[in-house]
């Protein structure tokens, strides 16, 4: 009896998709197993089935060449010879390269002041990254306030007895950090000041700094970084010269800056009326309000956004090789010119190196950023 | 007691308080604004005196008057005659369209692959959507000008020479010269052609927006793509069969040393395009899958409960209302897309960059006036790109009823 009632209710299914109402239903189907979810996520269809098949087939296709290239047929030591009759990547280039890579032309034996601002660096931000860190608003203020000026003493040297070491010779991965950092600690506030200049009552001040960003907006980076080399030193008196590197760092704040400011000012049009409001009730003034009221909560709103535009901070900083500075992808260039190593293999080798370094830190960066979102996220208007 | 209430209140004005002519926050605000106004002329008169001064000791004439004089360079791809004896004025144009020509195709590219790539992100195939993620995520998290060198200097510089060509089918042909693909030359007929393909899309649109006008009055209107389908083929058909039917694809051929006839896309142009498609693609695709996603979930029920298919319920339920949250970023990356175009100056495109803030400035030394010339052109262009987006959003939101 019961195996007819489920005879028929399954045909009753198959036929109109609806279950019939008897009390002998089947259980719901149980989507379990790696055969059911292959069924599900790969062959649906005839369709997706036939999809699934041409993709894997592409993929057998392309994989052993990428792994042949990247690791089996790739040269670990040795010299260009080795790498051309190996035929894969040149990672005996990397290797030779990678204190040129990390350092720029930085003296050899000064390198560890480049290693101890690099830690200093990494022990204060990473507490920065955890929610649940006490004290954060001191170990803020000291990465923002202190850490630049300890870094640009080690790197630059001249106090101490540390030995003077030239801009010129500041370089690679090295390099790209001092103009990433620069940037981000340069644009944050220059965009504060910027948004709230825009959203100011005073109209002048709003129509300068209005002009100010939208300008900055509407201009590709290279055309700052040109500005700031080629036309700021006409702007100075005479005599008076500004570094190279310091006129590109300039550069990316004041061009990061106004990008800021509009992701600043997102946050500043999130604040609910009333919060203003209260602010002046209580008797608090402009510069009060700004700073104990409305930023820490308008702030708070674009964190990803802050993120995400320090992300695109990371990849600009490659524009400064235009100009003539050595980041890690101008050094890398240089590399792959030089006549001891000249090929195809090696120039291929040089470029995913030098893309696989930024795409780490770009791509932990997002990650991070998308936690943040979520973890910023909770309990709010969703 | 009441008197003394009485008396306690006594010293309050009756009504509203009437503001005084200047407040003080008034005085303050102004003062602060003279005093930032000072600043800025000190600051704009100081930098100008000083520009000026050093423009004089260096012996660098100022003003746009060198625009008129022989420019004495050569570029590698121009769409407007130009030679060594043209002026900076015509290198300055050439510069332009070449920078237009390449931010369109990128656009158009960076459109199509983006959206594939949202679609596919969302797609029930599992490793579709695990490998669009693969590809996004590597190409937006490396920067473009790495992305460039990477196109220019390790892929298509080291090809062979035009005698060793990578082969497509025998008509096409990739080497370190570009990529060499036949021509079709209509000969006589190329002019009745595009004009034919003009009425045909003015027949389109026309038709299209009579349509919608009766569909919106009587819910009921006839299908528009024959329209579409007889303007944009039939009537070029028509026309190139009246006008003679001249019709003849040039396959490109090896003569010597280079390849003769056929059309030549150079491996700076190739590069260019490549690394800004794939670049800016990846940031429309998460774009386009942000979009379907913020598409409320009872419409994705109502458009099964309805019985369209998986891409009916795409095209005709879900991209629309998409669409509205999809521009606004995708004019962002439009955007971007333009200005990145400077970026092909470092993988020597003929571009704005490369001939007026490079060549031009290395020539006359006139600094300020070429990068100003250089950020005016930005300027232009980011204005129209952003009045053009406005434009779309403004008639995707129109639909809304």
């Known amino acids: 009896m019961t195996d007819k009632l489920l005879t028929a209710n399954a045909a009753i299914r198959e036929q109109t998709g609806i279950l019939p109402p008897a009390e002998g239903r089947l259980p719901p189907k149980v989507h379990t197993g790696p055969v059911d979810w292959i069924h599900r996520n790969l062959f649906p269809d005839w369709r997706q089935g036939l999809l699934t098949i041409v993709v894997l087939y592409l993929l057998y296709l392309s994989m052993p060449g990428l792994y042949n290239w990247a690791i089996g047929n790739a040269t670990w030591a040795g010299d260009r010879a080795d790498c051309v009759a190996n035929g894969g990547a040149c990672w005996a280039f990397v290797n030779a390269r990678w204190g040129q890579f990390m350092y720029g032309f930085y003296p050899v034996a000064e390198r560890w002041r480049v290693d101890l601002t690099f830690v200093l660096l990494i022990a204060s931000v990473a507490p920065l990254l955890f929610p649940a860190t006490p004290g954060k608003r001191w170990i803020l203020g000291f990465a923002l306030l202190v850490y630049p000026v300890i870094a640009f003493f080690l790197l630059y040297g001249g106090i101490l007895g540390l030995p003077v070491v030239e801009t010129a010779r500041w370089g690679g991965f090295m390099l790209t950090l001092v103009v990433a950092i620069s940037g981000m600690v340069g644009s944050l506030p220059l965009g504060i000041l910027l948004a709230l200049g825009r959203r100011s009552k005073m109209t002048s001040i709003r129509l300068f700094c209005t002009t100010f960003i939208e300008l900055f907006r509407a201009v590709p980076l290279i055309t700052v970084l040109f500005m700031a080399s080629v036309m700021l030193p006409l702007f100075m008196p005479q005599g008076f010269t500004l570094d190279k590197l310091l006129r590109a760092l300039l550069g990316v704040a004041l061009f990061n800056g106004a990008l800021m400011a509009e992701v600043i000012r997102g946050g500043l049009q999130a604040i609910p009326r009333g919060q203003y409001e209260a602010a002046t009730a209580s008797g608090m003034g402009y510069w009060r309000m700004m700073i104990f009221v409305i930023l820490p909560q308008a702030l708070r709103i674009v964190i990803p956004g802050i993120v995400n535009t320090y992300v695109a901070i990371i990849k600009d900083t490659t524009l400064v090789l235009i100009i003539g500075l050595f980041d890690l992808l101008g050094i890398v260039q240089a590399g792959i010119a030089d006549s001891n190593w000249l090929s195809a293999s090696v120039t291929k080798t040089g470029y995913v190196f030098a893309g696989m370094g930024f795409w780490v830190l770009c791509f932990g960066l997002s990650r991070y950023s998308m936690y943040l979102e979520r973890r910023l996220n909770t309990g709010h208007n969703t | ?401």
Do not use: C
């Open chain 2, 1 to 401: 007691m009441a008197d003394t209430t009485t008396q306690s209140f006594g010293h309050l004005p009756s009504g509203p308080p009437r503001a005084p002519f200047f407040t003080r926050a008034r005085i303050r605000s102004l003062a602060v604004q003279l005093l930032f106004l000072t600043a800025l002329v000190w600051i704009v008169y100081f930098l100008f005196s000083n520009t000026m001064a050093n423009l004089s000791r260096q012996g660098i004439a100022s003003g746009f008057g060198f625009l008129g004089n022989r420019a004495g360079f050569d570029v590698s791809l121009s769409y407007i005659p130009f030679s060594s004896n043209s002026t900076y004025l015509q290198g300055f144009w050439v510069a332009v369209i070449n920078t237009l020509v390449l931010s369109a195709l990128g656009i158009v590219l960076a459109t199509f692959l983006g959206f594939g790539l949202g679609l596919a992100r969302v797609s029930r195939n599992w490793l579709v959507a695990r490998l669009a993620t693969v590809y996004i995520e590597i190409f937006r998290n490396i920067p473009l000008l790495l992305q460039l060198f990477f196109w220019y200097f390790a892929i298509l510089r080291p090809l062979p020479g035009p005698r060793d060509s990578v082969e497509f089918g025998g008509i096409a042909f990739l080497n370190n010269r570009g990529l060499i693909m036949p021509e079709p030359v209509f000969g006589t007929s190329g002019s009745a052609i595009l004009a034919a393909l003009g009425i045909g899309l003015i027949l389109g649109i026309v038709q299209t927006r009579r349509m919608r006008k009766l569909r919106d009055a009587t819910g009921d209107a006839g299908p528009v793509w024959p329209w579409w389908l007889g303007g944009l083929i039939g009537l070029p058909l028509l026309a190139w069969a009246v006008s003679g039917a001249q019709f003849e694809l040039i396959i490109p051929e090896l003569r010597g040393f280079n390849f003769q006839g056929g059309m030549v896309i150079l491996p700076e142009m190739l590069a260019a395009l490549l690394g800004l498609a794939f670049y800016i693609s990846a940031a429309v695709g998460e774009i386009v899958r942000a979009g379907i996603q913020g598409v409320a979930k009872g419409q994705y029920e109502a458009a099964v409960a309805m019985g369209h298919s998986r891409w009916e319920m795409m095209r005709l339920v879900i991209l629309p209302q998409a669409m509205r949250i999809i521009i606004p970023p995708l004019a962002t990356q439009y955007l971007s897309l333009a200005k990145n175009t400077s970026l092909a100056a470092a993988i020597a495109f003929p571009e704005i960059i490369s001939i007026v803030a490079g060549t031009t400035l290395t020539q006359t030394g006139q600094a300020v006036e070429t990068i100003l010339l250089a950020m005016g052109f930005y300027i232009t262009v980011s204005l129209f790109i952003a009045a053009v987006m406005n434009f779309l959003n403004y008639r995707v939101l129109r639909n809304d009823r």
